[in-house]
């Protein structure tokens, strides 16, 4: 007996997902690498972080070292690039300011993935919509995009993996819109690992059980499941049974600690070399807690050297150095972060890692007075904050570091390795595609 049509849920999420986002971003400025197998690399060109549907055929896997994979590379003529974040960053702030003009409610999710809430638009075809919303990212910014719409975000997220791997859907797949017979159908053929919160961790203990396919989960009784595993489990069913229970957050959530960090191109044994790298990795992190308007009251610092180097005795260490007055401004935040970097240096060392936690952090408005803080004191924090904006507009404009402190270094022989890092094409004037 044909099963009848499920009522039509009130809400429509969409989750918005850019295909294979770092390789895709290198193929809007060489459309010569279309179509042939590319790989984006992680820090100092280690692992492959991004592949194109080439390189998935071939059977490489996320996180794989690229040193394993040159040979292959030869075979296949696979081409490697190393991460250009600068670039990515900036295609994707451009992408979400598109999608936010779909929809008034915007969850921005990763820098490649965005929830739009369309309930609002209920006579408005959503599959047709989603198209609209393909084809404007992809004549506007060059990005091919996949769009899943489903009555709450655990669906819509789900939607969304039936459109990336389907071509019959055509990159837009709307479970909505589904007759349950066609729903059971295509759950029936969904591992349950592919289920967001499921993952890789939990889908052998499913199996194990006999859950085995989104159906099977979406069937389950939730309560013995929860008391088993954990209340997000219990979650994760009641949303692909169409219960809202992770809501749309419009606004970044604000960080509760702001970390900084890099492995070096080549390891450091002197103290300047990690003094600079420390103070460009407080800059960066002190850009973004000005950028989320927090301050904060503790600086932790760490250093460490290789754990994988047989030839030379292993040394971690890290401080957190509190400070007198919660601050967002650069040069305070890079004294106590050097002051708690000499107090844990050890001669004799080849550094491989150094990086930066900022915590305690407070929204600016409700930064605490000291008790013997004088107006003066006031007005001069004003005034650095002041100096602080406009060092952060100067590098938006000009390119990152045009304006930093001295102790930043200006050789940097230790920086991370970027063997074949693609041109700033958007964050860099001097790099700019001419026509």
């Keep these: 007996m044909e099963m009848l049509n499920p009522p039509?849920?009130?809400?429509?999420?969409?989750?918005i997902d850019v295909n294979n986002f770092y390789v895709s971003c290198e193929r809007v400025f060489?459309?010569?690498?279309?179509?042939?197998?590319?790989?984006?690399?992680?820090?100092?060109?280690?692992?492959?972080?991004?592949?194109?549907?080439?390189v998935k055929a071939l059977g490489i896997k996320m996180g794989q070292p690229w040193?394993?994979?040159?040979?292959?590379?030869?075979?296949?003529?696979?081409?490697?690039?190393?991460?250009?974040?600068?670039?990515?960053?900036?295609?994707?702030?451009?992408?979400?300011?598109?999608?936010?003009?779909?929809?008034?409610?915007?969850?921005?999710?990763?820098?490649?993935?965005?929830?739009?809430?369309?309930?609002?638009?209920?006579?408005?075809?959503?599959?047709?919509?989603?198209?609209?919303?393909?084809?404007?990212?992809?004549?506007?910014?060059?990005?091919?995009?996949?769009?899943?719409?489903?009555?709450?975000?655990?669906?819509?997220?789900?939607a969304n993996h039936l459109a990336k791997k389907n071509p019959e859907f055509n990159g837009v797949c709307d479970l909505n819109s589904f007759s349950l017979k066609r729903q059971t159908d295509w759950?029936?053929?969904?591992?349950?690992?592919?289920?967001?919160?499921?993952?890789?961790?939990?889908?052998?203990?499913?199996?194990?059980?006999?859950?085995?396919?989104?159906?099977?989960?979406k069937t389950a009784s939730p309560s013995p499941l929860r008391a088993r595993f954990s209340v997000v489990m219990e979650k994760i069913i009641r949303e692909i049974n169409g219960t809202a229970c992770i809501e749309l957050e419009e606004l970044h959530p604000t960080r509760k600690q702001i970390l900084?960090?890099?492995?070096?191109?080549?390891?450091?044994?002197?103290?300047p070399g990690l003094e600079e790298s420390v103070s460009l990795y407080i800059n960066r992190a002190a850009e973004k807690l000005r950028r989320q308007q927090s301050i904060a009251g503790v600086v932790y610092v760490y250093i460490r050297t290789s754990p994988f180097n047989p030839r030379q005795r292993y040394y971690a260490n890290g401080i957190a150095v509190p400070l007198s007055m919660q601050t967002d401004n650069t040069v305070p935040l890079t004294k106590a972060a050097l002051w708690g970097l000499r107090r844990i240096y050890r001669r004799g060392y080849q550094y491989q890692k150094a990086g930066v936690i900022l915590s305690e952090l407070t929204?600016?408005?409700?930064?605490?007075?000291?008790?013997?803080?004088?107006?003066?004191?006031?007005?001069?924090?004003?005034?650095?904050?002041?100096?602080?904006?406009?060092?952060?507009?100067?590098?938006?404009?000009?390119?990152?570091?045009?304006?930093?402190?001295?102790?930043?270094?200006?050789?940097?022989?230790?920086?991370?390795?970027?063997?074949?890092?693609?041109?700033?094409?958007?964050?860099?004037?001097?790099?700019?595609?001419?026509?």
């Excluded at 039509?8 to 999420?13: E, L, T, V, Y």
């Excluded at 900084?260 to 103290?271: E, I, N, Q, Y």
């Excluded at 507009?393 to 063997?419: C, D, H, V």
Aim: aromatic residues 8%; positive net charge; glycine residues 8%.
């Design 67 to 158: 040193f394993q994979l040159k040979d292959l590379a030869r075979k296949h003529g696979i081409i490697a690039y190393s991460s250009n974040y600068a670039l990515y960053a900036d295609m994707s702030n451009r992408v979400m300011s598109i999608l936010g003009m779909f929809s008034p409610e915007q969850e921005i999710y990763s820098i490649d993935e965005c929830f739009l809430d369309l309930s609002g638009f209920k006579r408005l075809n959503h599959t047709d919509y989603g198209q609209q919303i393909r084809q404007r990212i992809k004549q506007w910014i060059g990005l091919p995009v996949c769009v899943g719409i489903g009555s709450t975000k655990t669906l819509a997220k789900l």
């Design 260 to 271: 900084s960090s890099r492995s070096f191109g080549v390891p450091v044994a002197d103290l």
């Design 363 to 435: 929204p600016q408005q409700y930064r605490q007075l000291n008790l013997f803080e004088s107006t003066s004191t006031t007005e001069v924090d004003k005034k650095s904050t002041k100096m602080m904006n406009i060092i952060d507009q100067i590098n938006a404009r000009m390119g990152r570091g045009t304006i930093r402190l001295a102790s930043e270094g200006f050789k940097q022989p230790w920086k991370m390795k970027q063997g074949n890092k693609s041109p700033g094409y958007t964050t860099k004037w001097e790099e700019l595609v001419c026509v």
């Design 187 to 217: 759950f029936q053929r969904i591992d349950v690992g592919e289920i967001w919160g499921i993952g890789r961790r939990l889908a052998p203990k499913l199996h194990e059980i006999g859950i085995k396919t989104a159906w099977d989960l």
């Design 30 to 54: 060489n459309p010569k690498l279309e179509g042939k197998p590319v790989v984006v690399l992680s820090n100092n060109d280690g692992c492959a972080v991004a592949r194109s549907n080439e």
């Design 8 to 15: 039509i849920p009130n809400r429509a999420i969409a989750l």
